[in-house]
Every structure is written in C-alpha cells, then in structure tokens.
C-alpha cells in the first residue's frame, strides 16, 4: 500500500509524512534506550492493537527509521536452537530524531497534569524528563537511575545526552527513585536536587 502523504513541499510535512501516524513516534521512544522484541513493544504500548503495531514497525522498516535483525540460532543440539525472536532497534536516522521527542516532552511537560484513572504509566516512560535534570547537576559522565525494578543509564557528553536500558557498569551518580519521586521530578514540582538533598538527609539524620 503506497504510504499517504500530505503532498506539501515542506521539511515538516515530508516528517511528518514519514513518523506523524498515530504511534509511530512512541515507537521510537521505546527504541531509543535499545533493541526491542515485538513482545516488548506490545506489552509498553498499552492501548495499540497487535495489527497497529506490526503496520507501524513494517512502515519504520520500510522507511529506514528502523531495522529488524534476528539474533543467531543456538548451536546445533541444544534446547532453543532455532534463532532467537526478532529485535527491533533504530537506524542512525531513528536515533536522530532523540531530540524531537526530547523537546515534545519538555513541552509536554506542562501539559502533563494529574495521573488519571485511565493513564497507564510505565517507568522507562520518565527516561526523556529525568535526563534533562540529571544533565543540570552531572555535566559530564554516567548515570544510573533505577525506579523499582526497572535501571536505565544516561551517558553525558560535551554533545549531549543519551540513555540506555540497564545500569551503567560504573555510574559517577547511582539515583534510586519511586515512582512518585520520577512523576515529581518529570513534571518539575520538585528538583533533581531537592530529592538528593532530602535522601541524604534521610540516610544521615541530623543529631
């Protein structure tokens, strides 16, 4: 099926043309920390249908904003020798478009309000927000922040920020979070470092 097109000739819309479908760019946002199965994707995008989610990955493909590759079989004998279940990880074009999402989330930041009954929240979904304010007090060097069960890292540099799945393997800072603290901090009703100050004096009681 030939792809629709606003059929303007204009850098927004040629974008557009390619990630403004509905869940094309949250798609993206659950690739930019690392490969995902399909499995994956379907249970951290509650609400999209499996044939959504399979349109949505063959128009990415097809599109160059992301790649599918199969990890290699088990040796021949063992239990799971067939290759592994398919992963889904971004192109350099995909990972380019990190700071589009980066600036719709600080924008939507304000827009954010109250969980509702009806919101489904993931923690990973905190990575864009808490990046900004751990980039205020770590200019440089590794973070790893951890909000339950759920680690991901931040690597800062001179030309910017990105995040991973999992801890860092030697972090300069180690952020412990719940989930209440990620919401605050994401939707900046307290800071990076209130919360540091606050742990510490915790951990350290005065007297």
Do not use: N
Not at 21 to 50: H, K, N
Not at 60 to 80: M, V
Not at 190 to 195: D, I, S, V, W
Request: charged residues 25%; negative net charge.
């Amino acid at each position: 099926m030939p792809r629709r097109s606003y059929d303007h000739y204009c850098t927004v819309s040629r974008a557009l043309d390619i990630v403004g479908d509905r869940w094309s760019l949250l798609v993206v946002r659950e690739l930019c920390s690392g490969p995902r199965r399909y499995s994956d994707l379907f249970a951290d995008l509650p609400g999209i249908s499996t044939d959504v989610l399979a349109a949505r990955l063959k128009d990415l493909e097809r599109d160059g904003i992301l790649t599918k590759r199969r990890p290699p079989a088990a040796a021949p004998g063992r239990t799971g020798a067939r290759a592994g279940t398919a992963l889904y990880e971004l192109t350099d074009a995909g990972a380019a478009l990190r700071p589009v999402l980066d600036t719709l989330s600080a924008w939507g930041t304000t827009q954010l309000g109250e969980q509702r009954a009806t919101d489904a929240v993931r923690a990973h979904w905190f990575a864009l927000p808490l990046g900004r304010a751990v980039a205020e007090i770590v200019h440089t060097g590794t973070v790893t922040v951890r909000i339950g069960d759920t680690a991901f890292h931040y690597v800062i540099t001179d030309t910017g920020l990105t995040h991973h799945d999992g801890p860092a393997d030697a972090p300069d800072l180690d952020l412990r979070l719940d989930l209440a603290a990620a919401s605050e901090i994401a939707t900046g009703a307290r800071t990076l470092a209130e919360t540091l100050s606050e742990s510490a004096d915790s951990t350290h009681p005065a007297g």
